[in-house]
């Protein structure tokens, strides 16, 4: 991943090739602004994916990637969960409750047996409407909450997904048996775990290399709160069998979550697949 700052924001680019039903190259530009709404009544995150066949070469698709990006984002959580968070999971925090809280709730709804969910948020309003709307959906009780510690203490699932700077849950917020999704830090900025916190649990990573400088890991690296040795596997390996997941009730399992670009192929294949069975979407040359 290349990773470009600017003043308000940055950019972030990330690539990757993946075998599926033909082997695919997939290129994601974002742009993450943080104040965009506040400041231009825009998304923070903006950007653009292009699709190519990894065999010829050829371009096959351009697409926006804010979508895209949201909905594997969400996948990954719920992925991690049905190998991290213990089987009775049924109660859900959701921290942040924009966009991306609205998909990870959804995500999560496909692979728990969610009784009840907590909403919060820095903006009441915000907590309101996602409270409102998710109930109807997904025909589970979505609460506000005003206490976040209180919150996720009687939850199973806990999901961060915020642009905070600085740490939202801290050891003493988190009851034992809790998985964690960190989804919020996706640059050397951003942070929503103490690193006391990451240091008591166990830890999983989508991408070590990339978790180590930037996300939640990085800050608990750079105080001496743990060590790469200290972390217990990446998801895949979890996924492939390599490594164990849960292995108790009581243990706390983090999963730093920052985007794989293998996430953003897969996921920009079969939006391409679906789209040309479809016959949707417009048709470009691209001029000699």
Same mark, same amino acid.
């Given at each position: 991943?290349?990773?470009?700052?600017?003043?308000?924001?940055?950019?972030?680019?990330?690539?990757?090739?993946?075998?599926?039903?033909?082997?695919?190259?997939?290129?994601?530009?974002?742009?993450?602004?943080?104040?965009?709404?506040?400041?231009?009544?825009?998304?923070t995150i903006q950007g653009v994916l292009v699709l190519c066949d990894a065999?010829?070469?050829?371009? &096959? +698709?351009?697409? %926006? $990637? #804010?979508?895209? *990006?949201?909905?594997?984002? =969400?996948?990954?959580?719920?992925?991690?969960? /049905?190998? &991290? +968070?213990?089987? %009775? $999971? #049924?109660?859900? *925090?959701?921290?942040?409750? =924009?966009?991306?809280?609205?998909?990870?709730? /959804?995500? &999560?709804?496909?692979?728990?047996?969610?009784?009840?969910?907590?909403?919060?948020?820095?903006?009441?309003?915000?907590?309101?409407?996602?409270?409102?709307?998710?109930?109807?959906?997904?025909?589970?009780?979505?609460?506000?909450?005003?206490?976040?510690?209180?919150?996720?203490?009687?939850?199973?699932?806990?999901?961060?997904?915020?642009?905070?700077?600085?740490?939202?849950?801290g050891l003493e917020d988190v009851a034992p048996g809790t998985f964690v999704?960190?989804?919020?830090?996706?640059?050397?900025?951003?942070?929503?775990?103490?690193?006391?916190?990451?240091?008591?649990?166990?830890?999983?990573?989508?991408?070590?290399?990339?978790?180590?400088?930037?996300?939640?890991?990085?800050?608990?690296?750079?105080?001496?709160?743990?060590?790469?040795?200290?972390?217990?596997?990446?998801?895949?390996?979890?996924?492939?069998?390599?490594k164990p997941g849960r292995v108790t009730d009581r243990e706390i399992i983090?999963?730093?979550?920052?985007?794989?670009?293998?996430?953003?192929?897969?996921?920009?294949?079969?939006?391409?697949?679906?789209?040309?069975?479809?016959?949707?979407?417009?048709?470009?040359?691209?001029?000699?």
């Amino acid at each position: 991943m290349l990773g470009v700052h600017t003043p308000g924001g940055g950019f972030h680019i990330k690539a990757g090739v993946l075998e599926l039903s033909k082997p695919y190259f997939a290129a994601k530009v974002n742009g993450n602004f943080p104040n965009n709404w506040t400041q231009f009544g825009l998304p923070t995150i903006q950007g653009v994916l292009v699709l190519c066949d990894a065999q010829c070469g050829s371009p &096959l +698709a351009v697409m %926006d $990637s #804010r979508d895209i *990006t949201s909905l594997r984002t =969400g996948a990954a959580t719920a992925v991690a969960a /049905k190998f &991290l +968070a213990r089987n %009775d $999971s #049924r109660v859900v *925090t959701i921290c942040g409750c =924009g966009v991306q809280g609205c998909i990870q709730l /959804k995500a &999560l709804s496909r692979v728990c047996h969610l009784q009840s969910v907590f909403a919060y948020d820095k903006s009441g309003p915000q907590a309101l409407s996602f409270a409102k709307d998710l109930t109807e959906e997904l025909a589970t009780p979505v609460t506000v909450a005003s206490d976040l510690s209180n919150a996720v203490k009687k939850s199973d699932i806990c999901v961060t997904c915020t642009t905070s700077r600085k740490p939202l849950l801290g050891l003493e917020d988190v009851a034992p048996g809790t998985f964690v999704a960190a989804v919020g830090a996706d640059n050397p900025e951003k942070q929503e775990l103490q690193p006391e916190l990451i240091a008591k649990s166990k830890v999983v990573v989508d991408v070590l290399e990339q978790c180590a400088v930037m996300g939640d890991l990085h800050h608990a690296l750079d105080v001496g709160a743990i060590t790469l040795a200290d972390i217990h596997a990446e998801l895949g390996e979890v996924v492939a069998g390599r490594k164990p997941g849960r292995v108790t009730d009581r243990e706390i399992i983090i999963f730093d979550s920052t985007g794989m670009a293998l996430q953003d192929v897969a996921a920009a294949a079969a939006v391409y697949e679906k789209a040309t069975r479809l016959g949707v979407g417009l048709q470009l040359g691209l001029a000699a």
